[in-house]
C-alpha cells in the first residue's frame, strides 16, 4: 500500500521535470537527488511502520503474556531490530546521504544510477533479513543474499560518497563532515560483519538466529557506532542552524566520539562494564559539545513546525544518557534482560527515534521538494506519544522482567501501543506532506522554481 502511495508520489513530482530538467543540468541533478530521496523515505517509513514497530509490539504482547524474555523466538527479535536499525533509520541515512551530495559538489552530476542501484538491493536486502528471519523460509539461502544484498547497495552509496568529495581539503573540513564520514566507515564495517556473520550462521547454525551474545555485539556496533555517531555528526551541523544553539565544541566532539569507539570495541572483549561506563563518559561529553542544555545562542527556527523542536531534541540527550546509566547496572545486574532492555529501548527509541522525529519533520519536507509539513500538531503528538510510550516502557520493564511483577506485565503492551500510535501519526504526517505539492510545481512555469534545502 505504502509503495504503491509512494510509485504514484514519485510519478506526480516527476512528470513535470520536462520542462525544467533540458535547460538546467544543477536542476535536473535536485529533482533526480529528490525522487531518490523520495523512495529511501517511503520504503524507510515502511519498514519503521510494519517490520518494525508491529513487529515489535506483537513481540512485546507476546513476552507479556508468557511473563518471559525467553518464550519469543530470537529470531523474530533480531527481524525487528534489523527492521528498524537497517530498514528504517539506515534507508533515511542513505537517502539523505545520496541528496547532501548535490549540495557538497555542484559541479558533478548527480549519480543518479548507482542512487536507484543502492536503493534497490539495499530494500530487497532489508527485505530477505525480515522474511527469513520472520517465516525461517529458506533461511539458509535469504539470510547470507540478505547480508550480500545490503552491502552491495551500500558500496554503491559510498563509492558515490568517496567521488563526490567536498570541496574543501581534508584538514578544513567542517567537523560535522569528519563525523559523518568516519560514521559512515563504522556502517561499512557493520555490514561486512552482518554479511560475514549470517554467511557462517548458513552454513552451521541450527536456526535463523544469531547467537545471543554475538548478536548483542552486534547491535552495540549499529546502534552506537552508526546510529549514535551519525546523530552527532548530523547535530553538529544542524542543531546550530534549526535550534539555535550554539556551535559545536570539535575538541570535545571529537573526544565523545572517540570514547564511544572504545565503548564499541570492549564490547568485542565482552568487557561490558567498562565499555557501559565509555558510554557514559562519551554521552555527557557530547551533551557538552554540542551545548545541547545550555541556553540557545539565537531563537529556534521553528516557522511551519511545532515549536516544541528544540525541547525535544534536549529531551533525546536525556534518554541517551538514561540509557547509558542503565546499561552500566545491566552489565552489573541484569539476570533476566530487563535492564538491558530497558536501555536498549532508552536508546533506539528515546534518543535515535525521537531525533528522527523532530529533526525528520523539520528537513525532509525541504529535501523531498521544499515542501512544507502538513501538520505542525501531528508534529507534536507523534513526538509526545513517543516519549510517553518510552517513559511507560524503560520504567517498567526491569520490573516486569527482572522483579515479576504482575501489574507491569500487564501494562507494559500499553506502552507498545502508544508507541505505535506515535509512529503511525509520524508515517502519516510525512505521508501527507508528500502527498502536497513540491515547490517546483508551486510556482509558475515562468518564475524560478525554487528547489534546494540545507544540507
Ligand atoms: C516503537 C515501538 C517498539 C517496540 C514495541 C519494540 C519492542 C521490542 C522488543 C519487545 C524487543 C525485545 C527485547 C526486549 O524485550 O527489550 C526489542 C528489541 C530490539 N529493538 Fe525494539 N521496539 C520498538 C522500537 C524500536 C526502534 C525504534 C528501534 C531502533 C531504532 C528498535 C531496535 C531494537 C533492537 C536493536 C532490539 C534488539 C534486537 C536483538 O536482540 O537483536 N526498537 N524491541
Not at 306 to 334: N, Q
Not at 411 to 436: H, K, R
Amino acid at each position: 500500500m505504502l509503495f504503491v502511495l509512494g510509485g504514484e508520489l514519485l510519478q506526480r513530482d516527476t512528470s513535470h521535470e520536462a520542462s525544467y530538467s533540458a535547460s538546467d543540468p544543477r536542476i535536473r541533478g535536485e529533482l533526480q537527488s529528490q525522487a531518490l530521496v523520495k523512495a529511501f523515505l517511503l520504503s524507510g517509513l515502511f519498514f519503521l511502520l510494519l517490520p518494525g514497530t508491529f513487529l515489535g509490539v506483537w513481540n512485546l504482547v507476546g513476552i507479556s503474556g508468557k511473563r518471559a524474555l525467553a518464550a519469543l523466538s530470537p529470531a523474530w527479535l533480531q527481524a525487528h531490530g534489523q527492521a528498524q536499525i537497517y530498514g528504517w533509520i539506515g534507508s533515511f541515512i542513505l537517502g539523505i546521504g545520496f541528496y547532501s551530495l548535490t549540495k557538497m559538489q555542484k559541479t558533478r552530476a548527480f549519480p543518479e544510477r548507482a542512487g536507484w542501484a543502492a536503493w534497490s538491493l539495499w530494500t530487497v536486502g532489508v527485505t530477505l533479513r525480515w522474511v527469513g528471519g520472520v517465516t525461517a523460509w529458506e533461511w539458509r539461502w535469504l539470510l547470507p543474499a540478505s547480508g550480500v544484498l545490503q552491502l552491495a547497495g551500500f558500496l554503491f552509496f559510498f563509492n558515490a560518497v568517496s567521488r563526490h568529495r567536498p570541496a574543501e581539503r581534508r584538514s578544513s573540513m567542517e567537523p560535522w563532515m569528519v563525523l559523518v564520514i568516519a560514521s559512515t566507515v563504522v556502517f561499512l564495517l557493520a555490514l561486512v560483519f552482518n554479511a560475514g556473520a549470517l554467511i557462517q550462521l548458513a552454513l552451521t547454525g541450527a536456526s535463523p538466529a544469531l547467537p545471543h551474545v554475538f548478536d548483542q555485539q552486534l547491535v552495540t556496533l549499529a546502534v552506537w557506532g552508526i546510529l549514535v555517531r551519525t546523530i552527532w555528526g548530523f547535530n553538529a551541523r544542524w542543531l546550530p542552524i534549526f535550534a539555535g544553539f550554539r556551535k559545536p565544541d570539535p575538541k570535545w566532539l571529537f573526544t565523545a566520539y572517540g570514547v564511544s569507539l572504545a565503548g564499541v570495541l570492549l564490547v568485542f572483549v565482552n568487557e561490558w562494564k567498562i565499555s557501559s561506563a565509555a558510554f557514559v563518559v562519551s554521552a555527557v561529553l557530547a551533551i557538552l559539545a554540542l551545548h545541547v542544555w545550555s541556553p540557545a545562542a539565537q531563537p529556534a527556527k521553528v516557522q511551519g513546525i511545532h515549536p516544541s523542536f528544540p525541547g525535544f531534541l534536549r529531551i533525546a540527550y536525556g534518554w541517551l544518557t538514561i540509557s547509558a546509566f542503565m546499561a552500566c547496572a545491566a552489565a552489573a545486574e541484569d539476570r533476566s534482560g530487563g535492564l538491558w532492555g530497558a536501555s536498549r529501548h532508552a536508546l533506539t527509541v528515546g534518543f535515535a527515534a525521537t531525533m528522527v522525529f523532530a529533526i525528520g519533520q523539520r528537513v525532509l519536507p525541504a529535501f523531498s521538494g521544499m515542501r512544507v509539513l502538513w501538520s505542525p500538531f501531528l508534529m507534536f503528538w507523534s513526538l509526545a506519544l513517543l516519549n510517553l510510550g518510552c517513559l511507560l516502557r524503560v520504567s517498567m520493564e526491569p520490573l516486569a522482567y527482572e522483579l515479576n511483577r504482575a501489574a507491569v506485565w500487564r501494562l507494559l503492551p500499553v506502552s507498545a501501543v502508544i508507541e505505535l500510535v506515535a509512529v503511525t501519526i509520524f508515517v502519516a504526517n510525512l505521508m501527507g506532506t508528500l502527498l502536497t505539492r513540491p515547490a517546483h510545481l508551486r510556482h509558475s512555469a515562468s518564475s524560478t522554481p525554487k528547489i534546494g534545502g540545507v544540507v
